[in-house]
């Protein structure tokens, strides 16, 4: 199998891939507004694109858009619904410009100018020369690529520069996934740039190849990664307002001193100074902060390293870590039991009661209870 067939089989095998997301968050998905919008835009204009672009190398449609079927220049609509995509997801559509409708003008004017031309060498021109078309074909193509790069260096400066915009966003989601979708995206506008260049001095069309193999796999990527912390940051945001501290089941974590006479450590100052311990991590939702460290804890409360972790130790039964995990089990477990919770993920729940991630979530809620997340929901 040559190359050009593999990069054709993943044109249309994430052509059909791009078309069930679109599919499902649609119709199926419950929760859907306009960041979700946008992002099904990217995905639905790369699909278009993509299947364009089989299309035609299979010889059913021409690049020269013949009067039986008009190229649309699909690619054109990505990076705006990005950036459309990235204002709304980091919730800075209002502090920053749109380009939505800059972007639909320039489309629409394409379009007539494409279709004026069609009309011009088909019908008005006996020779049918097509070159009128070539040439315009290519300058549209460098003035999309000029329009793209200045949308993404907009949407880049977002995300890497503007730091103010970005603090309300950051305490639920890192970005680095983002991130990442930015470096993606600067190597295919890299392989389009160097593609127009190749069909500029040589007219050879063959450097597109690797064009079309990078939008396939960013095609991959962005489906599941986009919708995927979407959905966990909405989830978190929507858990954070529910959270109400005064309802957090504390469980063990209150010993009553007098059981254990024989230790001279537990008496009734050590179970107040314990006290006073627990009430200001729960009262003030420390325990939901992954960063948390018994240091931090000990210097507020003005204690030793060393008293503050025996006052743990003997009052909890546990260590500092395994405490503050027993904080987050219990508020994780009020949420899994609540059926108004139910179409949260259970990813998102974890995150927001104070775990680093999922694998830790689960290790911890297992060994609190015996059972794992999804288990201990189904029960409810």
Known sequence: MSIVSIVNFLLIAGVVQGFGFNLVTVFIRKKFNKTILFLNLIILFISLNNLQRWLIEKGLISDLFVIQQLLVPWYLLIIPMFYAFTTHFL????????????????????LIIRLSLIAIVYHSVPERNP??????????????????????VN?????????????????????????????????VLGLWALALTVRIFSGNDDAYIFLRFGTSILLYWLGYQGFYRYSVVQDRISLRNSIETDQV??????????????????????????????????????YLDPLLSMESIATDMRMSKSYFSKLINSYSNFNFSDFINSLRVEQAKKFLSNNEFSEYTIVAIGLECGFNSKSTFYSAFKKFTSKTPSAFREQY
């Not at 919730?91 to 394409?110: P, T, Y």
């Not at 949407?155 to 305490?171: G, M, P």
């Not at 008496?267 to 627990?278: A, G, M, V």
């Open 91 to 110: 919730k800075v559509e209002n502090k920053v410009r749109g380009f939505i409708k800059l972007s639909l003008i320039i489309f629409v004017a394409e």
């Open 131 to 152: 070159q009128i078309i070539k040439t315009y074909t290519l300058i549209e193509d460098v003035f999309n690529l000029m329009y793209m790069i200045f949308l993404f």
């Open 155 to 187: 949407a880049c400066v977002i995300i890497f520069r503007r730091h103010h915009l970005t603090e309300y966003i950051l305490s639920f989601d890192d970005l680095t996934w983002m991130k990442w979708f930015i470096r993606l995206g600067t190597i």
């Open 249 to 286: 089941l504390i469980g063990s974590s209150k010993i009553a001193y007098d059981a254990k006479k024989e230790d001279d450590f537990l008496n009734e100052k050590h179970l107040k100074d314990f006290e006073k311990i627990r009430s200001y991590i729960v009262d003030n939702k420390f």
